[in-house]
């Protein structure tokens, strides 16, 4: 098991039949934020992403598209699905892929152990079978098709008929593993968040489990069965797997037990399988249970979830190709309860973009550095004693602080941005009442116009930690103006009213520029 330093982070692995959209791209930024914000914490913290390459709808699209399922993949890859994190700025620490061969034959390994330790059998199933969701649904989960699916059961997710299949296929005792996991939920209460998805996954888990069909043996496209290459893995138990084949299962122990357990950051559509079917198999293995599973919103676009097979998507450039990946990060984490359902609008996006971004914390940057230029060349005060003003705004520099890393240990990315929002609000009433423009007037206010200054300087500094998770371009800019040492993610965002203090200011571009937004 890591230690407690360690904080190991994943997104779900993304499907390659087609590009991403928002949606991909909302999952991959709160990720990457709860990582930064961890590594700036002093922690051992470890990204994972990556892409899910096998099974049936893969081959289909492939196939569709005149390539071999492997073409494909890697032309999703390479032209999308990477790009996609530089367009959002992800730094992950890793990229996994379920075609790597240090998947594959780890995949191998954990599944023969299952095989050897009496965990899977011989069966045959009949069922509905969604391709799209590459998954047997039950009858409660289908609707009747309209317009040209009328008369067919179809999918409630994609809206696709489902097509009813007959295998002999390999089955996991998921069964067995039932009461264990209510031990798990009920012991451990915060294993599955928010609230709402940790009571859908036990009310479901009390509803009785079934075994789980694992291979399939209609189609090649996958991770071989060890003991029967007639059979290939079943799409979802092989990727769950990139979870610890990524961290060295079966190939480096020291690796994995530095790295495992981890967070997973998930959409609400997939929780199942992360928090029922995961954690079954890993206790069949005799493995440890990741440290949480957390399963976000959804994105809602008109109020209907995006979906690329409904063409609803919109991709995450025609957001940054105007506004930037700063406020794409910062919209989408802010605006949204980390955890429920939000709707996304044009209208509000280049309306926060306006206010928040670049009149509220954008301007403020811009006053503070060019008033220390302007009445002080440059140099960054001392300042004299201060007033109860004064200590109010370092008073609440610590509590933002304090605040914003209580709620990213809760996993409550919106809660942290807006406890850095209170220091943003702060400084510019401070400044509307202490007037330092008027204060230079005055040569007998010098004193207190440095104080001013310099309370204002401190600040800005400390929203400059704060926020780098969220806005690293923007706060790298302001770092570097504010003339401290060293980069503003190398702080300690746990201390970030903390900061080492520069001398000297040097001039600032606009953090957030103007943008023309079409009617």
Wanted: aromatic residues 12%.
């Amino acid at each position: 098991m890591a230690d407690a330093s360690s904080f190991y982070i994943t997104t779900p692995i993304f499907y390659v039949n087609d590009v991403p959209h928002i949606g991909h791209a909302y999952t991959e930024v709160a990720t990457d934020v709860l990582a930064r914000w961890n590594r700036q914490a002093g922690r051992d913290a470890w990204m994972l992403t990556g892409t899910d390459e096998h099974g049936q709808k893969i081959l289909r699209t492939a196939t569709a598209n005149g390539v071999s399922p492997k073409a494909w993949a890697d032309k999703l890859v390479d032209e999308a699905w990477k790009p996609l994190l530089d367009t959002i700025d992800v730094a992950n620490d890793d990229f996994i892929r379920t075609t790597d061969e240090r998947h594959e034959v780890n995949v191998q390994r954990f599944l023969q152990k299952l095989y050897d330790d009496g965990h899977i059998y011989t069966g045959e199933y009949e069922g509905y079978y969604c391709v799209g969701c590459e998954e047997y649904k039950q009858p409660s989960e289908l609707v009747d098709g309209t317009g040209e699916y009328e008369g067919q059961l179809v999918c409630a997710i994609h809206s696709k008929p489902v097509e009813l299949l007959h295998e002999k296929n390999y089955f996991f005792r998921m069964s067995a593993f039932q009461d264990k996991l209510i031990e798990l939920y009920e012991s451990r209460p915060d294993f599955v968040q928010p609230e709402s998805a940790r009571n859908e996954v036990v009310s479901f888990v009390r509803r009785g489990l079934e075994d789980l069909s694992i291979s399939r043996s209609t189609f090649d496209w996958g991770v071989k069965v060890p003991w029967d290459e007639t059979h290939v893995v079943y799409v979802w138990f092989d990727a769950l797997l990139n979870y610890v084949t990524a961290t060295g299962y079966g190939q480096d122990d020291a690796e994995f037990a530095r790295r495992w357990p981890a967070q997973h950051i998930v959409g609400k559509d997939i929780l199942r399988f992360h928090a029922v079917i995961w954690p079954a198999m890993l206790m069949a293995a005799g493995l440890e249970v990741p440290r949480g599973v957390f399963g976000h919103g959804w994105l809602l676009v008109g109020g209907e979830k995006m979906s690329k097979s409904k063409l609803t998507g919109i991709a995450p450039e025609q957001i940054t190709d105007t506004f930037g990946s700063d406020a794409f990060r910062y919209y989408f984490l802010s605006a949204i309860h980390f955890g429920q359902d939000g709707s996304f609008s044009w209208e509000d996006l280049a309306a926060r973009y306006q206010a928040e971004l670049a009149n509220g914390f954008g301007n403020l940057a811009s006053r503070v550095i060019a008033m220390i230029g302007r009445y002080c060349d440059g140099e960054v005060p001392a300042g004299g004693e201060p007033s109860a003003a004064d200590r109010e705004i370092v008073r609440i520099e610590r509590e933002a602080t304090d605040a914003a890393w209580a709620a990213i240990q809760r996993l409550e990315i919106h809660d942290a941005i807006a406890s850095a929002w209170t220091l943003v609000d702060a400084l510019n009433g401070y400044l509307t009442a202490e007037e330092p423009w008027a204060l230079a007037k005055d040569p007998h206010q010098r004193q207190r116009l440095e104080t001013v200054l310099a309370t204002a300087y401190h600040g800005l500094g400390t929203l400059a930690v704060l926020l780098s998770p969220v806005l690293p371009k923007a706060t790298a800019k302001l770092w570097s103006a504010l003339g401290a040492d060293g980069s503003v993610d190398e702080q300690r965002i746990d201390r970030a009213h903390e900061w080492p203090v520069g001398s000297r200011v040097s001039a600032l571009e606009p953090l957030f520029p103007r943008v023309e937004v079409a009617e």
